[in-house]
């Protein structure tokens, strides 16, 4: 990672970068292929940017990579075609390098699985082993004031996830937080030996592979709850597998062109420009694109799967619907799950294996990383971040660094599709171009104002019109 001018003056923790992204999950590797191709195309001011991740690898949900289980999102919504169709990071160009372009056609679908999607983004990943310091977790950021006492530059403080390594400080003059959802569970309920949230679901049940077994329990009505039950059913034969949600049926997702219009980039602008009654309308009606919902296609191998074994009179996947999990607990062996009937009110226990709580995500909380930066962050009505169309954090005019927000803690702003793969392509080229006018900006006020036009004349070089 190169050094830019006046870095030198800067001692103690490195040179200053441009950029520190925090998660190299699917959105901060997309704007690693943003920033890639602007300096392809722009030798001389280029971009230099540096990633924290905590795991030790590159991982996308792999808890969760059950064979089989296919894509929610079209092929062509990978990391970059969106944006550039021409782009060497495409899924397309990923299955010419492996030898499987003419095989995947024959498939005729938009739809790899999600072993294979990992593959390719792993793939795409490697490209930038070199910019990623994996196995560091990101633990703080700290304003670092000019002389003026505005916040001029971001240290980010990061721990080693394991091993004895103490903290390192990363100085930068932008820092883009990607870290993802954190898995929601039921209130009141922990999790233990034997209740677990589906995002570790392959990695606890390899661990349950050797013994017989009786009973799961898997607790929630989406398309994660319906595969982890298909999962378990299917892996381990002898075990009954009951599925508990509040609906009176697994659901199936809108994913009709009309209704998937409102993952297109030009949703974005639309929901980012509506009122906030208009917004909250628009989440509520769209809701059923992504949120308790199931693929069709699993909803139809799941009710095939039950009325089987009605006829064959053992019935091993039991759906306890109208339901909700009121306790559950870490027994020897296993878990004791309490199930109530939201119609009658009655209470079953069922003593099983492991408790899955297939219960969704929340956006991971900014707050805890901003430490003092969050009183610089402006906030909405409801506490909430208040960030700009360009995903930059809006702050007081005290911080000149550019805080960044993508994917989780931004579907207020920004709609349905911030947590999801859709417009990944479209938003890092958004990121990236406000970075390079970020830049350009902060360019012209050094050189006291002279140059006025150069930030005009860099966005058009970022985006392919110099
Ligand atoms: C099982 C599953 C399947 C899905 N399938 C689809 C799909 O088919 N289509 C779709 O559009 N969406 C899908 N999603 C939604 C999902 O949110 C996106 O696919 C995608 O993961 C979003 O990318 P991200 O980079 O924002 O978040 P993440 O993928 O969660 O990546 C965030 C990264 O940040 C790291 N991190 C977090 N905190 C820190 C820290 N403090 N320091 C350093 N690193 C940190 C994490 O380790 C992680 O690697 C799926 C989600 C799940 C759970």
Redesign the pocket.
């Known amino acids: 990672m190169s050094v830019r001018r006046g870095d030198s003056a800067h001692t103690g923790c490195g040179p200053i970068e441009d950029l520190v992204g925090?998660?190299?999950?699917?959105?901060?590797l997309a704007l690693a292929i943003a920033i890639d191709d602007h300096n392809r195309r722009n030798p001389g001011s280029e971009i230099h940017a540096g990633f924290?991740?905590?795991?030790e690898s590159f991982?996308?949900?792999r808890g969760?990579l059950i064979e089989g289980a296919t894509?929610?999102?079209s092929f062509l919504k990978d990391l970059v075609t969106m944006r550039d169709p021409g782009s060497r990071f495409s899924f397309l160009h990923y299955l010419q390098e492996h030898g499987r372009l003419a095989d995947f056609i024959n498939q005729k679908t938009f739809f790899p699985t999600?072993v294979e999607f990992h593959d390719y983004f792993a793939w795409c990943a490697a490209e930038f082993a070199s910019r990623v310091d994996y196995g560091?977790?990101?633990v703080v950021l700290r304003p670092v004031r000019g002389g003026d006492g505005e916040t001029e530059y971001v240290d980010v403080v990061s721990r080693a996830v394991h091993g004895p390594d103490g903290e390192s400080v990363r100085r930068t003059r932008n820092v883009v937080l990607?870290?993802?959802?954190t898995p929601r569970l039921p209130d009141g309920v922990s999790a233990g030996p034997h209740v677990w949230h589906n995002r570790d679901l392959l990695f606890r049940a390899a661990g349950l592979a050797d013994r017989p077994h009786r009973r799961f329990v898997v607790v929630g009505a989406g398309q994660?709850a319906a595969e982890s039950a298909e999962y378990l059913h299917r892996t381990f034969p002898d075990a009954e597998v009951c599925a508990v949600f509040s609906r009176y049926g697994y659901s199936p997702a809108d994913d009709s062109p009309y209704a998937n219009r409102i993952f297109d980039p030009a949703a974005v602008d639309h929901f980012y420009d509506a009122p906030e009654d208009v917004k909250q309308a628009l989440l509520g009606y769209h809701a059923n694109t992504n949120y308790s919902v199931v693929d069709g296609e699993l909803i139809e191998q799941l009710y095939r799967t039950a009325y089987q074994e009605k006829v064959q009179g053992r019935e091993r996947l039991r759906i306890l619907n109208t339901s909700r999990l009121t306790a559950v607990e870490d027994v020897p062996g296993g878990a004791r799950a309490v199930i109530r009937s939201l119609a009658t009110g009655e209470d079953v226990t069922l003593d099983c294996d492991a408790v899955i709580l297939a219960t969704g995500y929340r956006p991971?909380d900014p707050g805890e990383?901003l430490g003092d930066l969050a009183g610089e962050c402006l906030t909405d009505g409801q506490g909430r971040l208040r960030i700009d169309r360009d995903h930059r954090v809006l702050t007081t005019g005290r911080v000149r660094a550019g805080i960044y927000l993508?994917?989780?803690g931004t579907e207020h702003t920004h709609g349905i599709t911030s947590?999801?793969?859709?417009t990944l392509a479209v938003r890092s080229g958004e990121i990236c171009d406000s970075l390079v006018l970020g830049r350009t900006e902060r360019d012209v006020l050094a050189d006291g104002g002279a140059g006025a036009g150069a930030a005009e004349a860099a966005l058009a070089g970022a985006q392919g019109r110099a």
């Open positions: 925090i998660g190299f999950g699917p959105a901060n924290l991740e905590r795991q991982g996308w949900h969760m894509m929610q999102v999600r560091r977790a990101a990607g870290t993802g959802l994660s991971a990383l993508q994917g989780g947590t999801l793969l859709s």
